[in-house]
Structure formats: C-alpha cells, structure tokens
C-alpha cells in the first residue's frame, strides 16, 4: 500500500468527517488551550470577552438604527436625534461592516489572536517532526516524502483554520440565531420568531447535508493532489537517473497526467460547491421575502412603526451576512478535518522501537560487544537471521563476508537499534542495548555508510553533524584525519562549498571522505562501517581505507565488506550464509579450510588476475598502434 493510500484510504469515501469527532477533538485539545504560558492564556480569555461584546453590539446596532428612524418621523429635538446618531454611528464602528468582519473590535481581536495562532502552529508542527524522527527505519524506508510534505503542510494549517472557525464564526453566528429569533418573538411576535428559526434551521440542515455530500470530492482531490505532488518531488529527487534514460518527456507526461485526474476531482468540488451556493442564496431570499411582506402588512395596519419595518430589515441582513457564510465556515471546518486525517494519521505511526519505561542509559566501558543467539526478520515467515552469536572483543575488528541479501547490513542496523531483535540478545558491555535508552546508544556509535548523503549545506556544516557544538579548528582537524583538508582548500570556497542536494556536487570519494570527517568528529567507541568503499575505485579506496584505519584504532570495529582484501587484517571474519555464520576465524584460517571464503577468494583475484591482464592488452595494443604510426 502507498503512502497516500495509508494516509487518506483508510477513510471511506462516504464516511463522515464528523465520525471520531470526539477523538479528534481531544487530539486538538493540547493545542487549543496553551499550557504553561499564562500571556497566552490571558489573552484567549480576553479573545473570548471581546466575542461577547460583539453579540451584545450585534443586537443594539439595528435598535438604534430603528431609533433614528422614529425619532425622524416622530420630530423629536436635535439634541436626542444627534445623541441617538453618535451612539449608533459608534457602535458601528465597534462592529464594522455588517458582518462585524472589519470593525474595531474584530480586528483588535484578530491581533492578539496572532500570538495564540503562533503558538499553535509552532507546537503542532514541532510535535509532528519530533514524531517522524521517532519512528523507525521501516516506516521512513517505505515513505513518499511529497505526501508526508503535503500532510505535514495541510494538516498544520487547517489546524489554525479550524480554531478559529469554530470559536470566532460557527459559535458566534449560532448565538446571533438564538438571539434573533428570541428577540423577535419578544418585541415583534411569534410569527417573526418561526419565519427566523424554519429559514435558519432549514439552512442549516441543507447546507449541512450537501456538505457532507460533497465531502468525498475533497478526500480524492486531496489524494491526487498528493500523488501529483508525490511524483513531482520523486522525479526532481531522482534527476540523473530521468537523463540517463531521456525519460524527461515521460516525467513531464506522468506529471500531467496527475494533474488532470487532480483537476477532475477539482472541478466536482468547485460544481458541487456552486450548486450548494444557489440552495443557499434561495432559502435566504426567501425567508428575507417572506419577512419583509408580513412587516411591511403590519406597518400599513399601524400596528408596527417604520422604524420597525427598518429594524427588521436591518437586522435580518446583519444576519444573513454572516449566515451567508456559514457554509463557507462549515466547509473550510469539514475541508480542515479532512486535511487533518492525513496529519492524524501520522500521529498514530506507532514506533516499533521504542525505549522502555525507566530505560537507563548506557554506561560503557570497555567495547565489547556480544551477538547471543540472535533471530531477525523484516517481515512474517521469512527470517534475515537465524541464531547468529559472535563476539567483539575491546578494540577488536570484525568483518561480516558473504553474499548480498545474507543478512550484513542488517547486523550493522541492528547493533545501531534500527530494529529491535525478535529472539536473542544484543548487548555492549554486558547490558542489553533494547533495555538502555536510544540516544545514549548511539552517541557511543559512529556510522560510515555505503552510500553517503549529505546534508544541502556547507562542507563545515556537514562536518560538524558529527558534533554540533565543535568549533572550527576541530572541523579542520576531523578533516585532516580523514585526509580531505587538502581537497577542500582548493575548491573557491573553502569549507565554505555548497555540496548541493544529497551531496551531488561532491564526487564519491570526496562524499565518503566528509562522512569519516564527520564520525571522527564524534569520537565514538564503536565503528560500524557498512560496505563504506564498495562503490568506489580502487586507488580511492586504498586512500580511504587509510583514513579508516587510522579512525579504528583501539575502537571496537565492525565492517561489513565487500572486497575480501579489504579485510585481511581483520581480527575475526565472519562469513554469513542465509542469515547464519557459516565460517569464522581470521582471514589465513579461513583460506586453509577451503570452504565458502576460500571460493569467494578465489573467485576476487581470478577477477582482479582477469582484469589486470586485460588492462596489459589494453597498453600493449596502444604501444603498437603508436609504434605503427
């Protein structure tokens, strides 16, 4: 299943966005109230008094507009008619337009919302990465970096969108109804109050019901929205592979194509969301109509005053604005729900390494790490190892030989805690890494991988990953021990170069060179060094080799390898044949016994034998052909 799969199809296309309310609620109530920042808890609490205000402006504003209007018609004095004109003309500006959208009290609210949104969004975000960095190797192998971009990005703002939704538009419009319909049944009479409440309650109940209707158009169109994205960030990722095969017309197809079927999904949104407009701007006219024929009958009866006739209208249409986008509210609340379940979903990643309870950290001592009949699969009924036992004395160098897919690397992933072991034990120093905390594992562990990424940054910055807090004189010396501070004095910039996405300005060697800078920098006590010079040629590797070897000294040391002379010096060799030890013993006694290393000996120099005759013939037919000419 794919990413995107596994973030939006979990949720049916007909399900509503309101299933697990009560769940969804209580994941957001960390970050509606904000803990232990008492300034920002006192200015929700004023956000929330200014909203009251609002009402109670919402309710006086047409009353006063009905005054003047009576008082005109009525001839009372200058002096009231000018009092009753400033009193309205203020609370007006208090409220703004008619919504309340613009006015003075609105928008002094929305600033000091600023800090609380801040905080939010900080938090959300933080708490969101911090969870991805927790969860395992499988998890991140198996991930689409676009959508979990995309989730990360929508899941965070609608957030942001649905607080303030809810506490500044759905609640208060809701308020406004209830004190309309009973203000209207108070001071005009009931019939007022029942054309108010079946015009709301009809609104309401049809703009609830197309909503969610339309709510299986926004899942797909957020879904291939994702997977445009998905192949858009893939593509870019994987630039040179797209020109080794001239694919870049087939990208830009795939591409487009994607974002078709996005523009589908869009346009059954967009239609869908027209259609509930024209429902809406109907059941408001005519509830305005309705109204607006039954006041102006009781004006011409005498029974109700012009200025009632205006106080309705102007009341209604106070209404009715922020009404009208009610709608749009309940959308933008149901559109943020569904951006979330993304979010949500990654929230509930559960982490399948995990420290225990009370876990201590490591207290190491001397090195010696201890393999105690150990069984691994990445997946149900197909085991990587099967009781594989080894020790690594203090200061030791084991190397791990063998076919690809016997199970190596995943010894290395294992001793670092990628994986906790399914049967067996691990431990350093006599304690069992799954009982000791993570991170003070890893800080006694330096890694050099067989394919090195860097970070898009500086030559010194990604130097200084090893230790964040080295100066730069420790940098240069990390440097010069891994035998790259010559290489990198002469590019323009010094350590200041750019090594681009990944690292890609940097050849291979260079590439490698920069990450044992990085893990002498840290000064481990343990060296894993996963394949770290297979793909590199063989001068390259002899200079790193060098580099390496100058980094294990007196370091317990495990390599996983694929040249065999790249080992020979090794304390004890390993060779690992579907996920078991096969042979061990160091590199002379493996070679008398005649068994699998022996083979794979042989077979390395007839190849290395084959290619240095080859390179002979290559020289001698070049001497000819310059002897002849």
Known sequence: MSLSQSLLGRTEDNQSTWQGFRKKVRMLLPYMWPRGNIFLQLLVLFCLILLGVERVINVFVPIYYKNIVNELTD???????????????????????????SGFISNLRSFLWIRVQQFTNRVVQVRLFSHLHSLSLRWHLGRKTGDVLRSIDRGTSSINSLLSY?????????????????????????????????????????????????????????????????RAVDS???????????????EVSRFEDAILKYQVSEWKTQASL???????????????????????????????????????????????????????????IQKSFIDMESMFELFEEVEEVKDEVNAGSLLFTQGKVEFENVYFSYTNGKEILRDVSFTALPGQTIALVGPSGSGKSTIIRLLFRFYDVHGGCISIDGQDISKVKQTSLRAHIGVVPQDTV?????????????????????????????????????????????????????????????????TILKAPQIILLDEATSALDTQTERNIQASLAKVCVNRTTVVVAHRLSTIIGADQILVISDGRIAERGRHEELLVKGGLYSDM?????????????????????????????
């Open 75 to 101: 001839g009372s004095s200058w002096n009231a008619l000018a009092t009753t004109v400033c009193i309205y003309v203020l609370l007006k500006l208090m409220q703004g337009g008619g919504a309340g959208a």
């Open 166 to 230: 809810i506490v500044f538009s759905i609640i208060p419009t809701i308020v406004d109804i209830v004190i309309s319909i009973i203000y209207f049944i108070t001071y005009f009479n009931a019939w007022f109050g029942l054309i108010v409440f079946v015009c709301m309650g009809l609104y309401l109940t049809l703009t609830i019901i197309i909503t969610e209707w339309r709510t299986k158009y926004r899942r797909d169109m957020n879904q291939q929205d994702n997977n445009a994205k998905s």
């Open 236 to 250: 870019l990722l994987n630039f040179e592979t797209v020109k080794y095969y001239n694919a870049e017309s087939y």
């Open 274 to 332: 027209a259609f509930l407009n024209q429902t809406q701007n109907l059941i408001i006219g005519s509830g305005l109509l309705a109204g607006s024929l039954l006041c102006a009958y009781f004006v011409t009866e005498g029974k109700f005053q012009i200025g009632d006739f205006v106080l309705f209208g102007t009341y209604i249409i106070q209404l009715y604005t922020p009404l009208n986008w009610f709608g749009t509210y309940y959308r933008m």
């Open 454 to 518: 860097l970070f898009n940054n500086t030559i010194r910055d990604n130097i200084r990953y090893g230790r964040i807090s080295a100066s730069d004189q420790e940098v240069e010396e990390a440097a010069l021990a891994a035998d790259i501070h010559d290489k990198i004095m002469t590019f323009p910039e010094g350590y200041d170069t750019q090594v681009g996405e990944r690292g890609l300005k940097l050849s291979g060697g260079e590439k490698q060179r920069v990450a044992i800078a990085r």
């Open 601 to 629: 000996w042989m077979r390395q120099q007839q190849a290395q034998d084959s290619d240095s005759s080859s390179d002979t013939e290559t020289k001698d037919r070049t001497s000819e052909k310059l002897h002849w000419l």
